[in-house]
């Protein structure tokens, strides 16, 4: 039903910027709710940004202050602006996906959810200090 490609990511020195971007492709017409996770070697998932179904947006606010989250309509895309990044935020990030009618605050607390959300493959972000 939903089928997500990301793009992007890389390493880059603490400081740095990078954008991550996600092809969205939906076959069932709905309600969707998508967003961002991260998940750190022995670590668990975090939830980063969402987008709600009504076009609001969230950032978690340990990066609140230097992550946005976008969506190009028309070109059926998510991208995720990271900048002054830091060591800790290397990690596995994600777009995610999921049908319903969510804010992006209740999104940002199922963005993660395997049950809930279709995943991308994942891009490896790696900061060094």
């Known amino acids: 039903q939903v089928q997500l490609v990301q793009s992007g990511g890389g390493s880059v020195e603490a400081g740095g910027s990078l954008t991550l971007s996600c092809s969205v492709t939906?076959?069932?017409?709905?309600?969707?709710?998508m967003g961002w996770f991260r998940q750190a070697p022995g670590k668990e998932r975090e939830g980063v940004a969402a987008?709600?179904?009504?076009?609001?947006?969230t950032i978690t606010d340990s990066v609140k202050d230097r992550f946005t989250v976008a969506q190009d309509n028309t070109k059926n895309t998510l991208y995720l602006h990271m900048n002054r990044l830091k060591p800790e935020d290397t990690a596995m990030y994600y777009c995610?996906?999921?049908?319903?009618?969510?804010?992006?605050?209740?999104?940002?607390?199922?963005?993660?959810?395997?049950?809930?959300?279709?995943w991308g493959q994942g891009t490896q972000v790696t900061v060094s200090s």
């Open positions: 995610s996906a999921g049908r319903g009618l969510l804010t992006a605050i209740q999104a940002l607390r199922i963005i993660y959810s395997p049950t809930l959300t279709s």
């Open positions: 939906i076959d069932r017409s709905g309600q969707y709710f």
């Open positions: 987008i709600g179904n009504d076009g609001s947006t």
